[in-house]
C-alpha cells in the first residue's frame, strides 16, 4: 500500500480500530447497555428503530441545511462589507468576536418566546452558531490582500472595487470553504441543542426521548446519524473545495 492509498483508507482503518476496541472493553469490562451502549447496540437500535430515525434525522438535516444556508449569505455579505475596509475591520470585529462568544444554547428560550416552538428557533441557533466562521475568513481573506499588489493594481487603472471582486474574493475561496467545512459542523450542533428544548420532532428531540426512556442504544444512534450527516456534508465541501481551488493545494498533492 503506497503512501497515497494509506492516506486515502487511514480514516476507514482509524474507524474500525475504534469500534474494535470500544466492543471489546464494554464485553470485557462487562459495561450495562443502559449505561454505555457497545457498537452492536448500537447497530442493533438503528435497524430496529431505522424508520423513526430517518424522520427525525430527515428534519434535522433540512432544518440544518436552512439555516446553514442563512448564514452563508449573511456571512459572505457581513464579510465582504467588513473586510473590504480597514476601518469598518477594526470596528466591527471586536463587537462581533464578543457577540460570538455568547452560549447560543442561552439564545433558545428566548427564540421560542419570539417563534413559538418549531422549526424557527431551529434554523435561527442553527444560524447563529455557524455565520461567524464565514463572515471571519471572508473580512480575513479580503482584509490580508497584500498593500504592494493593490497598489500595482491601482496603478494599472484597476479601482478599488476591482481589486475586491476580481482579486479578493478569489483569493478568500480557501478561506471560504475552510470556513463552510467548521460552519457545518457547528450548524448541525446548534440544530440538536435547538431541537433538544424547542421542538417535537429531529434528532435532538429523539436523544431527549431515548434518554428519558433508558434507550441508551437509541440516543447514541442518533448521535452517530448526527455525526454521518455532519461528516458527508464535510467531504462534500472538501470535494468541491479541491475542484474550485486547486491551485490553492497543489503543493499538497504534488509527489
Known sequence: MNARQMERWSPWILLVAVLLLWQALCAGLGISEFIFPSPAA?????????????????????????????????????????????????????????????????????????????IGPAILTAFLISFFPIMVNIATGLATLEP???????????????????????????????????????????TTVSEMTAANEGIGYLLIS????????????????????AMVMYEL????EKRTTGWAHRGSNAH
Open 210 to 229: 431515548a434518554g428519558s426512556s433508558m434507550q441508551m442504544g437509541l440516543a447514541f444512534a442518533g448521535l452517530v446519524v448526527v455525526g454521518a450527516m
Open 148 to 190: 504592494e499588489l493593490e497598489d500595482v493594481l491601482r496603478v494599472l487603472g484597476a479601482r478599488r472595487w476591482d481589486v475586491l471582486v476580481k482579486v479578493g474574493l478569489p483569493r478568500s475561496l480557501p478561506y471560504f470553504y475552510g470556513s463552510l467545512k467548521v460552519a457545518i459542523t457547528l450548524a448541525f450542533v446548534g
Open 42 to 118: 448500537i447497530g442493533a437500535a438503528l435497524a430496529e428503530h431505522a424508520a423513526t430515525i430517518a424522520g427525525h434525522a430527515w428534519r434535522t438535516f433540512w432544518v440544518t441545511m436552512a439555516g446553514f444556508g442563512l448564514s452563508i449569505v449573511v456571512g459572505v455579505l457581513l464579510g465582504f462589507l467588513i473586510g473590504s475596509s480597514r476601518a469598518a475591520y477594526a470596528a466591527v470585529y471586536p463587537l462581533m468576536t464578543a457577540f460570538n462568544a455568547l452560549p447560543k444554547a442561552a439564545f433558545v428560550p428566548i427564540l421560542v418566546v419570539w417563534f413559538g416552538i418549531g
Open 237 to 240: 465541501f472538501s470535494v468541491v
